[in-house]
């Protein structure tokens, strides 16, 4: 079968864009890396949005591989899988030895007991198209619990009043690659690609109208306790929405916040595949 045909040409169109949009997600991460290169230190830095993200990717791959016409899912969560990996073994490497063996377990858990139980449980007791709509229905079950994580962030650039740690960028991107694989969704008839990423659209267009209200505010809240996210998965990797994790503070004056000398909020939020189907 053509890869572009008359039935297929919007699949193909907005599978590109979202190959394109997932990637640049996927990129986040760089400068935070670059950070614990140049520290040799991981800090506060969490490894969890860096697993789910990886976990994403495979699950992904492995329910576009039961489908003849889902090879776009296929190399964006494949690449997703490569530079997942890669951060997660730069974590181990500068990691401190509790957050290291932490790593190691949960990866041993998640990304490989895990998933080898989702592999094995799909290909003896399912069959046939049941085996994909359970696996369908994993993924989206595993995708929808992702896009909670924008709450968090949401929730303190409200409580603070400032978008200092949400970049625009990424808010953009994040939204754009939910759009493109909920049309990809809709084109290819596959619910379980679609239905995650409206969900993250919603949060993405949240986002953004967040950003237009409080940009522009130069009063700094601390508010205590709250919790920085870091990454972002990109789903579809599914649109890839965000992981919350813990930043490790730089002053003791507040409670899991970044702070500066004089005593603002650090940006903190970096990326998250997760996916677009990183799905």
């Known amino acids: 079968m053509a890869l572009i045909s008359t039935e297929n040409t919007w699949v193909f169109i907005f599978g590109i864009l979202g190959n394109i949009s997932s990637f ?18 991981t800090e506060g830095f969490q490894s969890l949005p860096y697993l789910a993200g990886l976990f994403s990717a495979m699950l992904w791959i492995y329910y576009a591989s039961l489908k003849s016409d889902a090879f776009l899912l296929i190399t964006i969560n494949s690449f997703g899988c490569l530079v997942e990996t890669i951060y997660i073994a730069f974590y181990i490497m500068y990691a401190p030895k509790k957050a290291r063996i932490f790593t190691l377990r949960l990866l041993l858990l998640l990304n490989f007991v895990g998933y080898c139980m ?3 449980l799909s290909h003896f007791v399912a069959k046939g198209s049941t085996r994909v709509q359970v696996l369908g229905w ?41 759009i493109t694989w909920l049309f990809y969704g809709i084109f290819l008839k ?21 950003y237009g209200v409080y940009r522009n505010k130069s009063k700094m809240v601390v508010v205590e306790g709250a919790q920085l996210p870091q990454h972002s998965i990109d789903m579809t990797k599914l649109s ?12 003791t004056d507040c409670k899991g916040q970044n702070m500066d000398q004089s005593g603002k909020i650090k940006e903190s939020f970096d990326s998250n595949p997760i996916i677009a189907c990183e799905v």
């Open 190 to 210: 596959d619910l379980y690609v679609a239905i995650p990423n409206i969900l993250g659209f919603i949060f993405g267009l949240l986002q953004l109208v967040l």
């Open 138 to 178: 994993i993924c989206v079950a595993f995708s929808l619990s992702i896009f909670v994580a924008p709450l968090s962030i949401m929730r303190l650039v409200i409580r603070a009043k400032s978008v200092e740690f949400m970049p625009f960028h990424l808010s953009l991107f994040l939204t754009i690659s939910a």
């Open 240 to 251: 890839t929405i965000t992981l919350a994790s813990e930043a490790k503070p730089n002053s």
């Open 24 to 41: 640049v997600v996927f990129m986040a991460p760089i400068p935070t890396f670059y950070r614990i290169w140049k520290k040799k230190s």
């Open 118 to 120: 989702i592999l094995l």
